[in-house]
Nanobody, 121 residues
Framework: QVQLVESGGGLVQAGGSLRLSCAASGRTFGTYAMGWFRQAPGKEREFVTAISDSGGITFYTDSVKGRFTISRDKNTVSLQMNSLKPEDTAVYYC????????????????WGQGTQVTVSS
């Protein structure tokens, strides 16, 4: 049974930092891309970032470029979020797909349960 378990969410003031992690289990994800989506209240879930199986390819949505950094170590993916803004407030979901390009396009094979990130102004 595949499981994606996120951790690291919380409440932070604007300008602060948080680090999210997602541990995948139940199969080997070495050949899969991993990434993050988020969903703010009243909005659709949106792509945030993805990293390829090798870690050599990364994608970011424009609004987080220069502030967020994705990394991975085998079956664990992390998201370092700096210079957080109130508009980054959302539930963040870990996601897995066969390619980073596919994740960026919204195709997801597996979802995590989500972790809340709240940025106060």
């Amino acid at each position: 049974q595949v499981q994606l378990v996120e951790s690291g969410g919380g409440l932070v003031q604007a300008g602060g930092s948080l680090r999210l992690s997602c541990a995948a289990s139940g199969r080997t994800f070495g050949t899969y891309a991993m990434g993050w989506f988020r969903q703010a209240p009243g909005k659709e879930r949106e792509f945030v970032t993805a990293i390829s199986d090798s870690g050599g390819i990364t994608f970011y949505t424009d609004s987080v470029k220069g502030r967020f950094t994705i990394s991975r170590d085998k079956n664990t993916v992390s998201l370092q979020m700096n210079s957080l803004k109130p508009e980054d407030t959302a539930v963040y979901y870990c996601a897995v797909q066969s390619s980073a390009t596919g994740l960026r396009a919204g195709g997801v094979n597996y979802w995590g349960q989500g972790t809340q990130v709240t940025v106060s102004s």
